[in-house]
């Protein structure tokens, strides 16, 4: 097989569908970004889900005096109160671990957590927060024990399980990226009816060689090679571009969202560049696919 024949049959083709290969490979560019951005926003949820998954905890408040709360009737809970409470959270076989936290190290870790915006770490001052259990669950997904056997108690201001709240986090999360992949798929479908206009207007423009091939005893696959190259180049070149694009996604979008959102992990480089070259890869094969099919099914060649 030449070479230098498939090669320049690849240019002669690139050339001629200009036009068309350049809005293939900006289709191409557009749909592997966004299938490129649903898997970081994938990776990134799996992986704050794993992590926090064995930190999640409840928040028991304790009554202050004063407190506006009906449950507490503007009394504080007392050491004996917070002991009961103690007790009875280490009867319920699913607590791990009941700590008590006072105003000042509430204070103290709010101001850690929120160490990004000072204006608001800084509104928050002792008292605004009252002194709590922390309790932490062998499996989160029960807490209704935890409510159960201590709603209503003596000295119980509010019950809080962390758990709601960042499930409601990861649904918005969960939408961004099944929104990325949805759009994608729909890029990737224009990108597919590109491939197989810009082969099929290749192969009538070149009809006359491809006889002359046959005539001559060239194979199907010799024929159809040049196509099947020209599809994957330009996959590879909007493959390359989306390269761009993902990198911005990962710079603005996912270190933007762990650095404002204190609860979402870093997502490092190393699966960031998988996840480039895995979309890369699927832009590659989904044009060199298409040509492949396109040719099979729309050229007697």
Not at 126 to 149: C, M, Q
Request: glycine fraction near 6%.
């Amino acid at each position: 097989m030449r070479v230098q024949f498939v090669l320049q049959e690849i240019w002669i083709g690139l050339r001629r569908n200009l036009t068309m290969t350049i809005s293939l490979v900006i289709t191409v560019a557009i749909a592997m970004a966004l299938f490129g951005t649903g898997l970081l926003i994938k990776a990134q949820v799996d992986n704050s889900k794993s992590y926090w998954d064995g930190k999640i905890q409840v928040s028991i408040f304790l009554c202050l005096k004063g407190s506006p709360t009906v449950a507490c009737n503007n009394t504080a809970a007392t050491p004996a109160d917070r002991q009961a409470l103690t007790d009875t959270l280490h009867k319920i076989p699913n607590v791990i671990s009941v700590d008590y936290e006072d105003q000042a190290h509430a204070l103290a870790r709010f101001k850690a957590e929120y160490a990004n915006n000072p204006a608001f770490a800084n509104s928050t001052q002792i008292g605004d927060i009252p002194d709590s259990l922390r309790v932490k669950l062998r499996d989160p997904s029960k807490f209704d024990e935890v409510r159960t056997a201590v709603s209503g108690a003596k000295g119980v201001d509010q019950i809080i399980n962390e758990a709601d709240i960042l499930k409601k986090f990861f649904r918005i999360l969960d939408g961004l990226k099944w929104a990325s992949l949805l759009i994608a798929l729909i890029q990737m479908f224009a990108a597919i009816m590109l491939v197989a206009n810009t082969v099929r207007l290749s192969a009538f423009n070149r009809r006359r060689e491809t006889g002359i091939m046959r005539l001559v005893g060239a194979s199907n696959l010799y024929i159809q090679l040049p196509f099947i190259l020209e599809g994957a180049i330009a996959g590879l070149v909007g493959g390359l571009v989306s390269t761009i694009m993902l990198i911005g996604a990962k710079l603005f979008l996912i270190d933007k969202l762990q650095g404002q959102v204190q609860f979402a992990t870093q997502l490092g480089w190393g699966s960031t560049i998988m996840i480039i070259i895995f979309s890369i890869c699927i832009g590659v094969l989904l044009c060199a696919g298409s040509s492949f099919l396109t040719l099979r099914r729309y050229l007697r060649i």
